[in-house]
């Protein structure tokens, strides 16, 4: 389907849904009304992207499917199809036991190091090396962990469940969903091995964003909440682990919120996330996450965005603090920020600065924004004031953005 691109995104939910499912039929499965199906295909009005990540989970696709930049059942480069067949492999060998011909597997701290090594490629989205270095992990891991006893045993078990929890996030990431939930199983099975509940608020803190992925909203909120109580921190005798984690979760709660429409949970959610980072002091890392202040604000940027917010999504984003983001900022984490800012300045009707934002975006991380459902949204909103403007950051991007 060559000309995918150029349909109008009515026009691609159409072909998605075929003869096979009716509009009412679609609306019932994606959770939305009958009108919205009907204005959605005769391309009347914008679609929320909650909206747009109901109609993707109810389509089995992908937002950039629906949006146009991605082609049906391709979208990825071949350094990336490659990459999540390896992780995909790994995940499953790993966890059934078949890693025959794994003689001299690493040592406790060098397995230690490549997981840390395929968390910050990870950040950067670098997925090829991310898929090499967890494969090896998981596989020498667990062959090691098969005879360890004792103390190697719990770190290595703590070292597996990260790794597992990078491929969770990486899958889920293209929208492998159920590539995502095995790792995940994986991992909570060896966090349990490992008895670290810090390790544990974590894995719950990426099933969360798997439920959000799918838009399953109210279960992603449940889980964040649960475990966010489960390991809720005396603030005044609390650990820095814990304020990290507890700190993710209220900001995991808080996004599935937003996309409800909550805006009062949202903002008690934030408000936890706040002062949690403010305990912190400062951004700090563990097990492939990061949270602090700067954080904690990124986030919360997005959450208004999401709520509709726009005037105090962008009155948070242009602190002083917010205008030069730390160098230590991951790569996914600084851009997916600079994207909520770029819908943010469309609402606000700052159009020139929300395409030099998509811009800046798609030429720092030219992969990673083929993935995301925002940059075709602005794209669309852009285009209503100059179609010339949104084909000539396409063509910078190498995203399509428009029909």
Known sequence: MSNWADLTTGKRIKALRGSDLTQQGLAEAAGVSYALIQKAEQDRGELSVGSLLKLAAALRTDVGVILGQQAPRRGMDRGSRTALRQLSDAVHESALGEWDGVEDPSTVDELGSARDLAWSAYWESDTVRVAMLASQVL?????????ATGEERDRLAAILASTYRVAASTANGFGHRDLALSALTSAKLLAKQADDPVMGALLESTLSWIYLRGAKMPRAEAVAERAALAIEPSFSRSTQPELLAYGRLMISAAVAASRREDESKADDYISQAHAAAARL??????????????????????????????????????QPDMRQLPSTMSKVARNRYKLDVALAQCSAGLYDKAGDTLVEVGLDAPEWVKHQALPGVIGQRIAKVSTARVRNISELIGVPLVA
């Open 281 to 318: 002091g400062k951004e700090k890392k563990l097990f492939g996450t990061s949270f602090g202040p700067t954080a904690a604000k990124t986030e919360a940027v997005g959450i208004h965005v999401a709520l509709k917010n726009y005037g105090r999504a962008l009155k948070l984003a242009d």
């Open 139 to 147: 596989m020498e891991g667990q062959v090691r962990f098969d005879s």
